[in-house]
């Protein structure tokens, strides 16, 4: 019965776009009203609104936006709102054909590595259930278009497409320094799999396509250093602190963070499957071809990446590596597919072991990526139910203390053209609005079970937001 679906869903490419289409369409209605998240504050709605009221295609930008990232996803959004009107609903539209895509590639991807539809399809659902990409396709965010173009060049890869490669890489390369980095995990893949494959490593044919491919990334970082005289980071440059080399201690500790990354929100169970089955089963895996394609995507895919995270002060993001996840998961699923006989159970243990990942919140002195799991979804009603509190109580905004990501106007949250700004929280605020997903210091939570009292709480599935009151003396 289910070879039979699975036919019937995937069988042709058209098939499988409608499929894709209906996921993507499906997340899309789900999540339409969610605000802009995170970080993507400022790569999503503070830079698409410069874009849109100024030049879109001025992609110098002032200091107090310049991360070094080129704006691609924010000059996406800004031509969006030009069209369908500057909105949440208008800003999710964007990411439906790109998460169609994703799925695509994600599908084909798993598919070269297996031998039937079916395979295929289950090993991309246990793939799309990670927390920290699931997370991905409810934000308005660069992650799944990265995602798109990377295994959209991997698979040009694999199924030899030399122009698709090229395509692959030329929108990959101007998406985000880390799409860059990207894009050398792709390169370095290429070369070491020409070597295993005894072909010729260096070529002409093969410098052109990532010469070409490249171009829009290194015309942009020209530009930038042309006209800034700075290409990644500058003395007065908010995020300088982010850009430093650091001690043997904090290296140590970034190998622990890093660690933690790839263990958290479920993934312990996908580790600990692919160790016990490689202790077992090694030597029968190994044997394949495909099976050592698969490590080394794993291994050169994200290597940058975790290089320049491990050698920097910059905070260690888990969405980073969602490249990497893919890889663990499929190659979970191929040992498992390859030298198990109790196949559902174990596949149904690891599924839901990744889908209880979302589950996993910590105590509130212990920071957490909540951009990396689904469980901070009822953080959208529940801000939106606690702004309307403070409004029917004559609270005015500006006077309400918060945090990042909070600490903005309600316009780059929201996009309703309310450009009322919370205030910064100097520990004398009369108000207070937090949640559980602010990541604060131990200092300020202190400060708020000493100084202050709740004046109101909202919560939500494990999710909180509390207005606190300063303690009159």
């Not at 069209?83 to 998460?99: A, E, Q």
């Amino acid at each position: 019965m289910l070879q039979k679906v699975s036919d019937l869903l995937l069988n042709s490419k058209k098939n499988r776009i409608l499929f894709f289409s209906f996921l993507a369409i499906l997340i899309f209605l789900i999540s339409r009203k969610n605000g802009i998240f995170w970080d993507n504050v400022l790569f999503s709605s503070k830079i698409g609104s410069h874009l849109y009221n100024n030049s879109l295609f001025n992609w110098i930008l002032p200091d107090s936006l310049d991360a070094a990232h080129p704006p691609t996803f924010g000059f996406l959004l800004a031509i969006f709102w030009k069209i369908f009107g500057v909105n949440l609903f208008s800003s999710h539209l964007l990411m439906v054909p790109f998460t169609i895509g994703f799925f695509y590639q994600i599908f084909k991807f798993a598919n070269y590595f297996l031998k039937s539809n079916l395979q295929s399809l289950f090993a991309f659902l246990l793939i799309i259930v990670d927390p920290t990409l699931s997370a991905q396709f409810v934000l308005i965010s660069p992650e799944i278009i990265q995602l798109f173009f990377f295994f959209f060049a991997i698979n040009s890869i694999l199924y030899r497409n030399n122009t698709l490669k090229i395509i692959a890489l030329f929108f990959l390369s101007i998406i985000s320094i880390r799409s860059m980095m990207l894009c050398f995990g792709v390169f370095l893949f290429d070369i070491i799999n020409r070597y295993n494959n005894k072909e010729s490593v260096i070529t002409k044919k093969l410098l052109l396509s990532y010469f070409i491919g490249s171009i829009p990334a290194f015309s942009f970082l020209i530009t930038h250093y042309l006209t800034k005289g700075w290409l990644y980071s500058h003395d007065n440059s908010p995020w300088k602190s982010n850009h430093e080399i650091i001690t043997l201690g904090s290296f140590l500790k970034n190998c622990i963070v890093l660690i933690h990354r790839y263990l958290d929100f479920g993934r312990v169970f996908i580790i600990i499957f692919i160790i016990v089955g490689l202790v077992s089963y090694g030597k029968k895996f190994f044997k394949s071809k495909k099976n050592k394609q698969l490590i080394l995507i794993l291994i050169t895919s994200t290597l940058a990446i975790v290089i320049a995270s491990l050698l920097f002060t910059n905070p260690i993001g888990h969405r980073y590596f969602i490249v990497s996840y893919i890889c663990f998961t499929l190659l979970a699923f191929i040992i498992l597919n390859s030298f198990y006989a109790k196949k559902r159970i174990i596949y149904s243990l690891l599924f839901i072991g990744l889908l209880t990942g979302n589950l996993w919140i910590y105590p509130k002195k212990i920071s957490q990526g909540w951009d990396a799991t689904l469980a901070h979804i009822p953080y959208y009603n529940l801000r939106l139910t606690a702004i309307n509190y403070l409004d029917k109580n004559n609270i005015p905004i500006k006077e309400v203390a918060t945090f990042f990501p909070n600490i903005t106007s309600l316009h780059n949250v929201d996009l309703n053209n309310d450009k009322r700004t919370f205030a910064t929280f100097n520990n004398k605020n009369n108000y207070v609005f937090y949640s559980n997903i602010y990541n604060l210091s131990d200092e300020e939570l202190d400060i708020l079970d000493k100084n202050y009292s709740i004046l109101k709480e909202f919560d939500n599935f494990n999710i909180t937001i509390t207005i606190y009151i300063l303690n009159k003396k």
